[in-house]
């Protein structure tokens, strides 16, 4: 028999002699020292944290062999896309990371750092060419929405002759993160933003796509649908939130008059968004803004001829002759008036989104007697501005409302709330009291081992003093019993204790009689 044998024959012997209380004590204490045991082993075991995730396979196997370099260690998960290290070493190992590996893999303008010799000038075009892209890739995958990209520019050799000159080109393609979309602004952005950064690009040249052959720059390069699609937008977005503000401002009038909960209200507006200019001149009075008077007076000898007839048709001219044949008398009065009139020109401009028509329709829990119904009609008349004349319309009406989601919700809260209360009591009450109890009983059991191992009576056998006294007090058995009767009386009890307590030391026994038979 081998040393492991007889060691585990001696703890399983050792074991049915435990009584069981005893097995139970013993089997507390095992699990309860596994647990620290464990406890412990998860405590001192390093922490991993994710260092990146989503990784292609060449960035992971560049990282990895960094990480191998520096003897740090590390743990690949999620089929070799996330990169797990100790969480102390997380940020430091993140900032040597950014500058020795390229995680996307796209070669910026850091290409001409070093330099090459022997390039020529059709390599140094090439290579512009490809850091260009590669710059505009980095900052293209800098948006929320977009998880990768990959740009193309085709820039055409210089002509000597205008009609051969080509114009340049450029191809955008996009993988979008799980769930986001661009609108037309976002895609016209990058289209104008790749345009500004290459020469002669034209912004109608640039082609933005998605991975899954959605050609997301169509129609886009078109400034004015782009800019009735931005005016219609607003127009809608402006429509509903008056829309709301207008509803919630009733509402909070009638949940005051009627209480929360118990009125519906909804708003229908239908707004002018053209733009009118008026222009209106005014004139005025007239007004002298100058005058002329001329005065003209001589006297002679010479014969009257008569007037000038071309001299009558002139304003503010008086002619006098006198007929004779030797003296005469010539008067001429001459007036000028030049008249001002006043003009006041306005421009008079109305800014859109004038209310062409207003309904509202409001809904109040329970019936509403008429008068009830007329005063909450002219009140949310006043509120809302409801003007007849324009064509609003107003309704109220008053039906009871179905409460059973009410009812249901508030069923589920006491629940909620019911159960909330009982954890608390239970963390309050039920685990430390389950606690100390079972401190109480590890107490006890340990005195008792300890007042066993001090060569007190064993658990379960009385003495013969405690058999006599106890068969003093019993009904039915006679006090005064001879030594020999008091003596097997008691030896019967112990019997009984034994066969009760340790029915399988007992069992023992009475087959080691029945072999010595």
């Known amino acids: 028999m081998n040393f492991w044998t007889q060691v585990s024959e001696q703890i399983r012997n050792i074991w049915q002699k435990l009584t069981t209380w005893q097995k139970f004590?013993?089997?507390?204490?095992?699990?309860?020292?596994?647990?620290?045991?464990?406890?412990?082993?998860?405590?001192?075991?390093?922490?991993?944290?994710?260092?990146?995730?989503?990784?292609?396979?060449?960035?992971?196997?560049?990282?990895?062999?960094?990480?191998?370099?520096?003897?740090?260690?590390?743990?690949?998960?999620?089929?070799?896309?996330?990169?797990?290290?100790?969480?102390?070493?997380?940020?430091?190992?993140?900032?040597?990371?950014?500058?020795?590996?390229?995680?996307?893999?796209?070669?910026?303008?850091e290409s001409f750092n070093e330099t090459r010799f022997g390039e020529t000038d059709t390599d140094k075009r090439v290579r512009f060419l490809v850091a260009l892209q590669g710059e505009l890739t980095r900052t293209i995958e800098e948006l929320d929405e977009v998880d990768k990209a990959n740009v193309h520019i085709a820039l055409p050799q210089p002509s000597l002759f205008i009609r051969d000159e080509k114009e340049a080109t450029a191809s955008v393609l996009l993988r979008l993160k799980p769930y986001a979309t661009l609108d037309p602004a976002q895609v016209k952005s990058i289209m104008s933003f790749v345009s500004h950064s290459v020469e002669g690009l034209k912004e109608s040249n640039?082609?933005?796509?998605?991975?899954?052959?959605?050609?997301?720059?169509?129609?886009?390069?078109?400034?004015?649908?782009?800019?009735?699609?931005?005016?219609?937008?607003?127009?809608?977005a402006l429509k509903k939130e008056y829309e709301k503000e207008l509803g919630q401002s009733i509402l909070s009038m009638l949940e005051r008059m009627r209480g929360p909960g118990k009125a519906v209200v909804r708003a229908s507006v239908e707004m002018d968004f053209d733009k009118v200019e008026t222009l209106s001149e005014t004139y005025g009075e007239p007004v002298i803004r100058s005058e002329q008077i001329r005065e003209e007076s001589y006297s002679g000898s010479s014969p009257s001829v008569g007037g000038n007839p071309a001299d009558s048709n002139m304003t503010g001219i008086t002619y006098g002759t006198t007929g004779g044949t030797g003296n005469s008398e010539h008067e001429l009065s001459e007036q000028?008036?030049?008249?001002?009139?006043?003009?006041?020109?306005?421009?008079?401009?109305?800014?859109?989104?004038?209310?062409?028509?207003?309904?509202?329709s409001v809904i109040v829990d329970g019936e509403l007697t008429p008068e009830e119904e007329n005063k909450i009609q002219d009140a949310v008349a006043m509120a809302a501005g409801i003007d007849p004349e324009r064509g609003d319309q107003l309704s109220v009406v008053g039906m009871p409302f179905s409460n059973t989601e009410a009812e249901e919700l508030e069923k589920a809260l006491a629940k909620r709330e019911t159960f909330e209360r009982w954890m608390e009591f239970f963390k309050v009450a039920v685990i430390p009291l389950t606690v100390l109890l079972i401190l109480a009983f590890v107490a006890f059991m340990l005195k008792r081992h300890v007042v066993q191992r001090q060569g007190g009576p064993y658990p379960g056998v009385v003495s013969q003093e405690e058999m006599a006294a106890q068969g003093e007090s019993e009904e039915g058995v006679e006090l005064n019993l001879s030594p020999e009767a008091l003596e097997q009386k008691n030896l019967e009890k112990q019997i009984e204790n034994l066969v009760r307590t340790k029915p399988e030391d007992v069992a023992k026994v009475i087959k080691t009689w029945l072999v010595e038979e």
């Not at 102390?88 to 993140?94: A, C, S, T």
């Not at 129609?219 to 782009?226: P, T």
């Not at 008036?337 to 401009?349: G, L, M």
């Open 336 to 360: 000028v008036r030049n008249y001002e009139i006043s003009k006041v020109t306005e421009t008079k401009v109305v800014a859109p989104g004038k209310v062409k028509k207003l309904s509202l």
């Open 206 to 236: 640039v082609t933005v796509m998605d991975v899954k052959g959605n050609l997301l720059s169509e129609g886009i390069a078109d400034d004015s649908e782009l800019a009735s699609t931005k005016i219609s937008a607003n127009q809608l």
């Open 25 to 109: 004590t013993l089997a507390g204490i095992l699990a309860l020292f596994l647990i620290v045991v464990v406890i412990v082993i998860f405590a001192n075991r390093p922490q991993m944290e994710v260092l990146y995730s989503g990784l292609n396979p060449e960035t992971a196997a560049a990282m990895t062999a960094k990480l191998k370099e520096q003897k740090v260690p590390y743990k690949l998960v999620d089929d070799g896309r996330t990169i797990l290290v100790n969480a102390k070493d997380k940020y430091q190992l993140r900032l040597d990371m950014v500058n020795e590996v390229n995680f996307s893999g796209v070669v910026g303008f």
